[in-house]
């Protein structure tokens, strides 16, 4: 992969869903590039194919036809173990659910991935830290997550995604659970890792005060792109209403 390849490249992607006899194009060929470092939001009506194509880029779930190649990695190409791994490895997910286990503190939430992989503890608390850290949770190392607030929550969730340095961070309404002032600080937060860590960041949402701090929103209509704009002045939600409005018609 050269410096000037895309990190996520997307390609004419479909995905068929059998319901009984009937066939919901979920993805009905959709594609996108995104390059390093860039902060895409992804917006569209409810059941546009918006889960489904952060899904099929995660690779947790398989495509019909069509290509997903991040960081130069071929999804679809992949045996199913080594899809996991490289999920599992190279990518960051974040849900609206933070999925958090409650008997684990903060610490021991973010450092999960590690445990997964099987690395032997020392050092993990160390990284773990650090990165509650940057998320502005160093305080709360040690809380469990019922003594958390919700964006405190997502922010774990955050670390958690990070604690592999991730090639791209996949999230999927990250905010739909939080009220405005920590959705708020969830959106400046994704805005600061592509920005200042140049971190690589797609992010499925409703809000346009959240896709306000994004550097490109692309719109979804019935499994294709209906079109996209960049947000000339950041943060300005109401104007990224306006022009959606524009968009979708
Ligand atoms: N497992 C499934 N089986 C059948 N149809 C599905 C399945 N998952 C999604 N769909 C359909 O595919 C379409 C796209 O769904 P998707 O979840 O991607 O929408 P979305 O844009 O994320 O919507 P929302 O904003 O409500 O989350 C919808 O019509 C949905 O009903
Ligand atoms: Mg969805």
């Known amino acids: 992969m050269s410096p000037m390849d895309p990190i996520l490249k997307v390609s004419d992607l479909r995905k068929d869903y059998v319901a009984g006899s009937e066939c919901v194009h979920a993805l009905d060929g959709l594609s996108l590039e995104v390059n390093q470092g860039e902060f895409v939001a992804i917006m569209g009506a409810s059941g546009s194919g918006k889960s489904t194509l952060l899904h099929l880029i995660g690779g947790l779930d398989v495509a019909t036809a069509g290509q997903v190649v991040v960081d130069g990695h071929d999804i679809a190409a992949m045996s199913d173990k080594d899809r996991t791994l490289f999920r599992r490895r190279r990518l960051g997910i974040?849900?609206?659910?933070?999925?958090?286990?409650?008997?684990?503190?903060?610490?021991?939430?973010?450092?999960?991935p590690l445990l997964v992989e099987g690395n032997g503890v020392s050092g993990m608390a160390d990284a773990a830290e650090a990165l509650l850290k940057k998320v502005d949770l160093g305080h709360r190392t040690s809380h469990r997550p019922q003594a958390l607030s919700g964006g405190e929550q997502q922010r774990v969730a955050i670390a958690r995604a990070l604690i592999n340095d991730p090639a791209v961070i996949l999230a999927d309404e990250p905010t739909g659970n939080l009220d405005s002032r920590h959705s708020q600080e969830i959106w400046e937060l994704l805005a600061k890792l592509a920005h200042c860590e140049s971190r690589t960041v797609v992010a499925v949402t409703h809000e346009p005060a959240g896709a306000a701090h994004c550097d490109r929103i692309m719109v979804l209509k019935d499994g294709k792109t209906l079109g996209e704009f960049r947000p000339e002045t950041k943060g300005d939600a109401a104007l990224v209403a306006t022009r959606y409005a524009e968009l979708v018609g």
């Open 94 to 112: 974040i849900f609206q659910q933070f999925n958090l286990l409650p008997t684990l503190t903060a610490a021991e939430n973010a450092s999960l």
